[in-house]
């Protein structure tokens, strides 16, 4: 269990990182440490007679989250030829403080929901809560498209956490969620970045006004 | 409890003799020579009282609810002690810079009637620690608040000063509205006006509403005391005060703030576990914007004001710690916040008093306080420059004077707080650990500011190096000053004694294992009293074989090293907006910093202009818009307010005629 | 008897410090490098000189470096180390320590001011400013000692090493020290050391005016400054109460070399940060602090 937690610290701080740095390549490479930490999950939260089920799954977690994506993400950040430093509408220092302001909030939350008891091993629950608050932070607080689809495969990462104690019962959850990227690589990726940079020869969300009249 | 009769009648009898003598100088001796003996004789009355001593005096004075019920226990006392100090050194210090025939204003001799409130100041200040009833405590306080009006505006020919007066005026009495609220409240809950009275009504659970009472009162004594966002009128009515005047209120009155506050919580009896946080939570607030506020500013007196609402949210951190010390049943954290807040106040009215002392010398000399002005007064005025020196060292709570001491006990009342029940409250306490020290070390940088770039490197203008050196009947004040705070250094652990009788009368507080915190802070305070002896020691070791050394080796005097630069001048030093550029570069909301820079547009500009300003971001967004629009609401109500005779009789008509069918 | 043999250790050993610090330098960067005892000659010239003073300067010119040195000084006095607890202890020494170092800064800002210089005022301004935001930081680590350990005095939190499994959280705590020893001392990636520069001044440049015993005192003074942030990186990740007294006085100098030579190793990697990024750094420090802090307290 010991490792469990240290891996769910440092998914804590792969999200704090998330929030304080600055280049967009950086935060691809993040997304790949995230991945990895991730791919560790399903492994140490196996119960006893999974363990084959656990190791498929991990490896998949590991090819789809650690490699799949970040690799993606890197194709399509040196073909769209982007500023490779982000603008915030958040600074940065703010930025950090609504982070650890996130994962207080998570902690205490986690006392006032009523769980059954053992469902959530300790630290579990604040950890994906703090990644789902960090993608949302990235979404909002962040000018570039880019910045909001790593912060959706961020606060995605935190659901698909959540979800992990559910692997060992025989649910289809873990695949669903695994699926579900998938579905946000070919989607949202692929076709919404491609058209979005031959219409408007930007990423720069703010100065997508079409949305309003 | 007779010496402090005896020192209100002579504060009475100096008031009276000043305003008799209008128009002669004789009115600048009668009137600080009433305020000292005042003070003196005040003095021997605290001292000469055992500390945990309390008395009562009760004499009815024929008004249909209250008497005149006067009483002095161990807080009464302990917040006594300022009002008395700086009572006789800002007599002394206002008689020294009054004096002379060039004190004119408008064709008239104004010190008369100047030291005719300052006497009452003084007088209402002592009639408000002593007050043990509601209705003379509110006497009290308008009396007390009445008076700044007539001293700040001393020097009313300048329109500043005037609407400094004004800023000063509305505020107090929007405060003074939130007291006769709460006071009024109390009594048509419980019927009775006397403190006992009230507070054993309170602890029976006759109050209904004590949280809205809460309310009152904070906003009330917050008022006074200078809380974010109450705070406006503190950095207007102290710049324009003459700086007697200014010690006064910065030392002594905005305390009557907090030991209005401290009052209000001993009569609302026990108190909900929201009170104690929420007075946490703001005094960190008022503590952490009044010294990036203070940083930024460039005139010493804004500066000080600043700093003086830093240091009452320390002392309402303290308050706020002994609530909540007191509903956890935690008694450490409640006797060493309440002592601390005490010790705090205390520290706090030495020290500033002394810095605006020193700034109004600095002021007489130069003939202003702004930074951009001021420049190596330090040579030029030598005793000034050292004892603002010693004050700004001990404001920013540095070993070895006894600021740190008030700010270590305040940290101990947290650390003992770090094993709360609970996760909020654990990480609200180390919130309030980091807090405090970040406010250390920006009031380090902001006093550092102040000290520097006033009295040392090169004058900065023609009036600075050439300031006048300051006379002896001005100086003795500052020494006496300067004196009390070596010796509060020196005893810092018997003033920790002192402040936790205050904090052991304390309803609600378990005797014994107060005593037992109180003590133990006092025995750290002993060992860090060695180390900071040990700072002295090592100090003048140094300098002893540093000047053995220099003597045996030589000393050549050149001039500063300039990086081969050939034109050195004063004005390219680092001044007021320059040196907290870094900081303002990270925080410049928090400190109210605007600039603008007017350029030549291309290339190479010839002309350029920064200016750089810190006006009050509170007052100039939210207060002076909120006063507009009140002001222009009263604007349209004067349509009633025509002129005409007839209508008014109108108006006399109806109001009859409505009574009469409401009432039959 | 230990407790002096810490002071002693302290007082004597600290100039060497910088000495390993620039030694690994030169050796990266391909060069011989000075002797490893130059920050002793050093000390020695300057004492042994006489000094060349400003006009402009006043009392406070003379006064700064020596209150510095003291001040820097009775901080040791509250440092624990291998053989025992600190010479003076109590709960919550560690503010007295921090703000024993705040009066050093203090001494030499106020110095600095009364040069008149602007050089001198920058030093001041950025030195006064990072400090400010360094102070929180440090309170924050010593606060996740303090609960780790359930002490509240310095020698209680120090040298006890991580109860229990090498959590993660508590291995954060040394790395902060580091980043504040790094700041504190203005080594790279916050200050240069070894430059004059307008770029690289925040604390070098406060002291141009100096020279003499007064430089021998400031150099010394950071000397121990570097000492001080070092034991208290070293011991607050090393067992050393817990082992008998030799092998405990060789783990904390050999903890001390690692310092040393770890310092050494980032100022051969790194560049500059540029002024700006500095807060974020501290920023970043004090997040993972507060992280710490968060996690330790949750339990």
């Given at each position: ?108 939350l ?19 809560l ?84 | ?54 008395s ?21 006392r ?24 060039h004190?004119?204003h ?34 009290a ?46 009594w ?8 006992d ?5 309170a ?33 207007e ?19 009557a ?18 009170w104690?946080?929420a ?8 503590a ?13 007196k ?134 405090l ?199 349209a ?28 | ?9 302290a ?9 390993i ?11 011989a ?35 510095s ?109 580091f ?76 903890g ?44």
């Amino acid at each position: 269990m010991e490792l469990f937690e240290s891996v769910l610290v440092a998914l804590i701080c792969v999200n704090l990182a998330y929030l304080a740095f600055t280049r967009l390549r950086t935060l691809a490479r993040l997304t790949a440490v995230q991945g990895i930490l991730l791919a560790w999950v399903p492994l140490l939260c196996a119960g006893p007679g999974d363990h084959g089920h656990a190791l498929l799954l991990a490896l998949a977690v590991l090819a789809i989250k650690g490699i799949g994506f970040p690799w993606l993400l890197a194709r399509t950040l040196s073909r769209l030829e982007v500023n490779p430093v982000i603008e915030p509408y958040l600074g940065f220092n703010l930025s950090l403080v609504a982070g650890v302001a996130g994962l207080l909030f998570s902690l205490w939350l986690e006392t006032r929901l009523p769980f059954p008891p053992g469902l959530f091993p300790p630290l579990l629950f604040p950890a994906a809560l703090t990644s789902i608050f960090t993608g949302l932070t990235l979404v909002v607080a962040r000018h570039k498209a880019l910045t909001q689809v790593i912060g959706y495969l961020a606060a995605e990462n935190g659901i698909f956490l959540l979800g992990t104690p559910l692997s060992g019962q025989g649910s289809v959850w873990l695949e669903l969620s695994v699926l579900l990227d998938v579905f946000v690589a070919v989607f949202v990726m692929g076709i919404a970045l491609h058209h979005i940079s031959k219409t408007f020869e930007s990423i720069d969300v703010g100065r997508f006004c079409s949305l309003r009249d | 409890m007779e010496l402090f009769g005896v020192s209100l009648v002579l504060y009475l009898l100096g008031a009276l003799g000043a305003l008799c003598l209008t128009g002669r100088e004789a009115a600048n001796r009668v009137g600080p020579a009433g305020a000292l003996a005042g003070s003196l004789v005040g003095l021997a009355s605290v001292f000469s009282t055992p500390a945990s001593a309390a008395s009562l005096f009760v004499l009815p004075w024929g008004l249909p609810i209250g008497d005149l019920a006067l009483g002095l226990d161990p807080a009464s006392r302990l917040f006594l002690l300022p009002v008395y100090v700086l009572g006789a050194a800002c007599a002394v210090s206002g008689a020294a810079s009054l004096g002379g025939p060039h004190e004119e204003h408008c064709g008239q001799d104004r010190r008369g009637p100047h030291w005719f409130f300052f006497n009452v100041l003084l007088l209402g200040l002592s009639l408000v620690m002593a007050a043990r009833d509601a209705v003379c405590f509110l006497v009290a306080w308008e009396i007390m608040s009445l008076a700044p009006f007539f001293l700040i505006s001393l020097h009313d020919d300048e329109v500043e000063v005037r609407e400094a007066a004004w800023i000063y005026l509305v505020a107090a009495h929007l405060g003074a509205v939130c007291l006769i609220a709460f006071f009024a409240a109390f009594w048509a809950a419980t019927g009775v006006t006397g403190f006992d009275a009230l507070a054993i009504a309170a602890r029976q659970g006759q109050l209904p509403g004590a949280s809205l009472l809460f309310f009152l009162a904070l906003t009330g004594f917050g008022a006074k005391a200078g809380f974010v966002p109450f705070h406006v009128w503190l950095p207007e009515a102290h710049p324009a005060a003459p700086s007697h005047v200014s010690a006064m209120l910065s030392g002594a009155m905005i305390s009557a703030g907090v030991y209005g506050l401290w009052r209000a919580l001993e009569l609302l009896g026990p108190a909900a576990p929201w009170w104690g946080w929420a007075l946490l939570g703001l005094g960190l607030a008022t503590a952490l914007s009044g010294i990036l506020q203070a940083l930024a500013q460039g005139n010493i007196k804004r500066l000080l004001a600043y700093s003086s609402v830093e240091n009452m949210g320390l002392a309402c951190l303290g308050l706020g710690l002994g609530c909540i010390g007191r509903q956890t049943g935690n008694e450490t954290m409640a006797a060493l916040g309440l002592a601390g807040a005490v010790f705090h106040v205390l520290n706090h009215a030495a020290f500033k008093g002394l810095l605006f002392l020193c700034a109004g010398e600095v002021l007489h000399a130069v003939g202003s306080v702004r930074l951009a002005h001021l420049g190596g007064l330090g040579k030029r005025l030598p005793v000034v420059g050292a004892c603002f020196t010693l004050g700004a060292l001990g404001i920013a709570g540095l070993p070895p004077l006894s600021g740190f001491a008030g700010e270590l006990v305040l940290a101990l009342a947290i650390l003992s707080g770090i094993d709360l029940p609970g996760l909020l409250p654990r990480v609200g306490m180390s919130g309030a650990l980091a807090a405090l020290a970040a406010v250390g070390g920006f009031a380090l940088a902001a006093f550092a500011k102040a000290a520097g770039l006033a009295f040392l490197g090169e004058p900065r203008t023609p009036a600075a190096a050439n300031a006048a050196p300051a006379g002896r009947l001005a100086l003795a004040p500052l020494l006496f000053l300067a004196g009390c705070i070596l010796a509060a250094a020196a005893f810092a652990p018997m003033l920790l004694s002192l402040a936790g009788q205050a904090a052991l009368a304390f309803p609600g507080l378990d005797p014994a294992p107060a005593r037992a915190a109180l003590a133990q802070a006092a025995d750290i305070l002993q060992s860090a009293g060695l180390v900071c002896l040990g700072i002295v020691a090592l100090t003048l070791a140094v300098l002893f074989l540093r000047s053995r050394l220099l003597t045996a080796h030589g000393v050549r005097r050149e001039g500063t090293w300039g990086c081969g630069y050939t034109a050195p001048s004063s004005r390219i030093q680092y001044g007021a907006g320059s040196f907290v550029e870094p900081t303002a570069k990270i925080l410049r909301l928090p400190m109210g910093l605007s600039r603008r820079l007017d350029m030549d547009a291309g290339y190479f500009p010839a002309r350029g202009t920064l200016t750089v300003t810190s006006p009050d971001q509170l007052k100039l967004r939210f207060f002076t818009p909120l006063f507009e629009v009140v002001a222009r609401t009263c604007d349209a109500l004067k349509v009633v307010q025509h002129g005409r005779v007839h209508l008014y009789i109108l108006y006399v008509l109806a109001t009859v005629v409505l009574l009469l069918a409401w009432k039959l | 008897m230990n407790t002096l043999a810490q002071l002693l250790a302290a007082f004597v050993l600290a100039p060497l410090l910088s000495g390993i610090i620039n030694r690994v330098k030169a050796r990266i960067g391909g060069r011989a490098g000075r002797p490893i005892l130059q920050t002793y000659y050093d000390l020695a010239k300057l004492v042994r000189k006489g000094a060349v003073i400003s006009r402009t300067t006043s009392w406070v010119f003379a006064t700064g470096p020596a209150v510095s040195l003291a001040a820097t000084a009775a901080a040791l006095l509250l440092l624990p180390g291998p053989g025992g607890p600190a010479a003076i202890g109590f709960s919550g020494d560690f503010m007295l320590m921090a703000y024993c170092l705040g009066l050093s800064r203090l001494g030499l800002i106020l110095a600095a001011l009364d040069t008149g210089s602007s050089f001198e005022g920058m030093g001041a301004s950025r030195e006064a400013a990072f400090a400010a935001l360094a102070e929180p930081v440090l309170f924050l680590c010593f606060l996740c000692l303090a609960t780790d350990t359930s002490g509240l005095s310095l020698s209680a939190m120090l040298g006890t090493g991580t109860d229990g499994a090498m959590a993660p959280q508590r291995l954060f705590v040394p790395a902060i020290l580091f980043v504040l020893l790094l700041t504190e001392n203005s080594r790279i990636p916050v200050d240069d050391p070894n430059t004059h520069l307008e770029l690289t001044m925040i604390h070098e440049v406060m002291v141009l005016d100096h020279s003499g015993p007064d430089m021998a005192c400031i150099v010394y003074g950071a000397s121990l400054k570097l000492w001080l942030f070092g034991a208290l990186t070293t011991l607050s990740v090393l067992p050393v109460r817990q082992m008998p007294p030799l092998s405990a006085w060789g783990t904390f100098l050999g903890g001390m070399f690692a310092v040393a030579v770890a310092v050494g190793l980032v100022e051969s990697g790194m560049a500059r940060l540029r002024m700006e990024r500095v807060p974020r750094l501290l920023g970043a420090a004090g997040a993972l602090a507060a992280l710490s802090l968060v996690l330790m307290v949750w339990r």
